[in-house]
């Protein structure tokens, strides 16, 4: 997904005017999540199960759904309408 970047981090912050810093700052940080939630992903498996284990990633997706969705009403807010 690496080479999607810059394509989601310009899709990312379009149109949000001066919000576009703070949203830009959250797909930066994005990143870090990448190498962190695995481990959690693997401390959870180890703790309860696997199947318990993958409700890090589906917290992650939601959340990344939540922002898409809300993008337009974001998106608005960012232009002063």
């Known amino acids: 997904m690496s080479v999607m970047f810059p ?3 310009a899709l990312g912050i379009h149109g949000l005017g001066e919000k576009s810093k703070l949203a830009s700052s959250f797909i930066v940080m994005a990143i870090m ?3 962190l939630l695995p481990k959690l992903m693997g401390w959870v498996g180890d703790r309860w199960n696997m199947s318990v284990g993958f409700a ?3 917290v992650c997706f939601a959340v ?3 922002y898409g969705f809300s993008w337009g009403t974001l998106s608005r807010a960012g232009r002063g309408d």
């Open 56 to 58: 890090v990633p589906l």
């Open 33 to 35: 999540g990448g190498a």
């Open 7 to 9: 394509t989601i981090f």
């Open 64 to 66: 990344i759904a939540a």
